[in-house]
Nanobody, 128 residues
């Protein structure tokens, strides 16, 4: 079973930065680890649907972003450490949410139902 654990959330003022990490462990039934899967970050604000933030292919060579975070957030990965990162700059109050990382078999997926494994989430709160 692939397991994902997010960290790095917290309280930050508007305009500030945070770096989220998602550490993977374990193996799927196929024997593959999280380092061989495409990864994504999603956010979920209170009372709202979970929504796509960013995704990265298995090698880290291709990245995808929601329009709302382009130019502010950067997704990256270090497969030697089985870790995916989300660098968040110029944070806004509307970025406040629980952030989840997830793993999927397929590249460039933006719908939560297309991801097979999920972390427990980390809270990001941006004060104005």
């Amino acid at each position: 079973q692939v397991q994902l654990v997010e960290s790095g959330g917290g309280l930050v003022q508007a305009g500030g930065s945070l770096r989220l990490s998602c550490a993977g462990s374990g193996r799927a039934a196929s024997g593959r680890t999280s380092s061989s899967y495409a990864m994504g970050w999603f956010l979920q604000a209170p009372g709202k649907e979970r929504e796509f933030v960013a995704a990265i292919n298995w090698s880290g060579g291709t990245t995808y972003y929601a329009d709302s975070v382009k130019g502010r957030f950067t997704i990256s990965r270090d497969n030697a450490k089985s870790t995916v990162y989300l660098q968040m700059n110029s944070l806004k109050p509307e970025d406040t949410a629980v952030y989840f990382c997830a793993a999927t078999y397929w590249d460039n997926k933006r719908v939560p139902g297309q991801y097979q494994w999920w972390g427990q989430g980390t809270q990001v709160t941006v004060s104005s």
